[in-house]
């Protein structure tokens, strides 16, 4: 009976050693392509506290180009928080904003302007949603920033555009109710 047993016991070692190897190269694979996706997406991918000044603690390589900063400077104990960069005219309404999606546990999605580390501003679009960490319980916002900052100027210029458009049709107006009041008292001496 114990050489049955050690028989056992080694075949259940076996089985769990397969397992085990086999659930780390499914791991891996998936690290590699999230790794691969992150690394594609035009933005920033996070993780940050929910508490004021929003500290990373995941900030993905998209940082860098839409920000300016590494991702290591973003990061809790780094050189600067993310709400420091975001245009004192946006502070609060975007604080306030997602405090209010995510006590109704809603997602939220926001676009304001950023200063980027080179002091050049940026509209971005954020979308995110509260989670709760299931290994440490923290609250935590994750979500993703991307520039929007050519589609904002393409706004803005449709819209001088359309002002000025405005503008000329109601001269073209003016100028006809004009000549037709002129044509209509021409007529009425005749």
């Not at 393409?154 to 819209?159: E, G, I, R, S, V």
């Amino acid at each position: 009976p114990m050489m049955w047993a050690f028989f056992f016991y080694a075949f259940l070692q076996n089985i769990t050693a397969d397992d085990l190897r086999q659930s780390e190269q499914v791991l891996r694979e998936s690290t590699r392509n999230l790794k691969n996706l992150m690394t594609n997406l035009p933005g920033m991918a996070y993780r940050c506290l929910r508490e004021r000044g929003w500290p990373m603690v995941f900030v993905s390589q998209g940082c860098l180009e839409l920000t300016g900063f590494a991702p290591e400077d973003l990061m809790r104990n780094g050189k600067v928080f993310y709400i420091d960069l975001i245009h004192e005219d946006d502070k609060d309404r975007v604080w306030k904003q997602i405090q209010a999606n995510v006590n109704e546990k809603q997602p939220f999605q926001l676009v304001y302007r950023i200063r980027t580390a080179a002091g050049e501003e940026k509209w971005v679009w954020d979308r995110g949603v509260e989670i709760v960490s299931p290994i440490d319980g923290l609250l935590a916002i994750e979500g993703f920033i991307t520039d929007i900052t050519e589609h904002k100027r393409a706004q803005t210029a449709l819209k001088k555009k359309y002002a000025a458009l405005r503008k000329a049709h109601d001269e073209l107006k003016e100028k006809a109710a004009e000549y037709t009041a002129g044509i209509a008292v021409t007529f009425q001496k005749r």
